[in-house]
């Protein structure tokens, strides 16, 4: 059953990509980013909130849906604002950087969550505080974790908005986009302007 939900839910990708085949990133492909970084924390925050299957599986669709869109908008400001030069250099730096996140996970908070959390939950106290919250069930421990995780990775996002950082990186990206677009106005122009002199000189 879980191969066949991850199977359909794996539509999201071709889906979340042709949305942006058809509708581009936006103007500012780093806001747009950072925005669907924030909907992807409250998925993340939401989808296990009860023991639902459906709501798993549409929490994972939604997921794949918008990493289409977060890859794309990543992939194009790093072209656009990094020099050619040096884009091998953060490209190979962000691949690091994301894949450190998996021992991470494994070694701290996969046992946090195993030894600390999830025992936590399974007492009368976790369902006393939190029961509410996120029902009852085997895993409401792991559920927990995807809810604080997902918060922290929304407030995370929107702070992103507040650095200066993001003020540079957007400039940058709208400079660069406004130059592209002046010079393809002006291309057709001179194109038919050299034309010209050279019917004139013939």
């Given at each position: 059953?879980?191969?066949?939900?991850?199977?359909?839910?794996?539509?999201?990708?071709i889906?979340?990509g042709?949305?942006v085949?058809?509708?581009?990133?936006g103007r500012n492909?780093?806001?747009?980013?950072?925005?669907?970084v924030?909907?992807?924390?409250?998925?993340?925050?939401?989808?296990?909130?009860r023991?639902?299957?459906w709501?798993?599986?549409?929490?994972?669709w939604?997921?794949m849906?918008?990493?289409p869109?977060?890859?794309?908008?990543?992939?194009?400001?790093?072209?656009?604002?990094?020099?050619?030069e040096?884009?091998?250099?953060?490209?190979?730096?962000?691949?690091?950087?994301?894949?450190?996140?998996?021992?991470?996970?494994?070694f701290?908070?996969?046992?946090?969550?195993e030894?600390?959390?999830?025992?936590?939950?399974?007492?009368a106290?976790?369902r006393?505080?939190?029961?509410?919250?996120?029902?009852?069930?085997?895993?409401?421990?792991?559920?927990?974790?995807f809810?604080?995780?997902?918060?922290?990775m929304?407030?995370?996002?929107?702070g992103?908005?507040?650095?200066?950082?993001?003020?540079?990186?957007?400039?940058?990206?709208?400079?660069?986009?406004?130059?592209?677009?002046?010079?393809?106005?002006?291309?057709?122009?001179?194109?038919?302007?050299?034309?010209?002199?050279?019917?004139?000189v013939?």
């Open positions: 059953m879980v191969g066949v939900v991850l199977g359909v839910t794996s539509t999201g990708f889906i979340g042709m949305v085949a058809r509708f581009g990133l492909p780093i806001r747009t980013m950072l925005l669907l924030m909907i992807m924390g409250l998925i993340g925050a939401f989808f296990t909130i023991e639902w299957w709501l798993y599986a549409g929490g994972i939604l997921y849906a918008l990493v869109a977060i890859e794309a908008s990543e992939q194009t400001v790093v072209q656009k604002v990094v020099p050619f040096t884009q091998g250099r953060v490209f190979g730096f962000a691949a690091a950087f994301e894949s450190a996140a998996a021992p991470v996970t494994a701290l908070i996969a046992p946090i969550a030894f600390v959390i999830i025992p936590y939950m399974d007492s106290a976790g006393g505080d939190f029961g509410w919250l996120l029902g009852e069930g085997e895993a409401r421990g792991i559920a927990l974790v809810l604080v995780g997902g918060l922290v929304v407030l995370a996002a929107a992103a908005f507040l650095t200066r950082s993001y003020r540079r990186i957007s400039a940058l990206y709208l400079t660069q986009r406004e130059t592209v677009e002046a010079d393809a106005v002006e291309l057709p122009a001179n194109s038919r302007a050299a034309v010209a002199g050279e019917a004139t013939d």
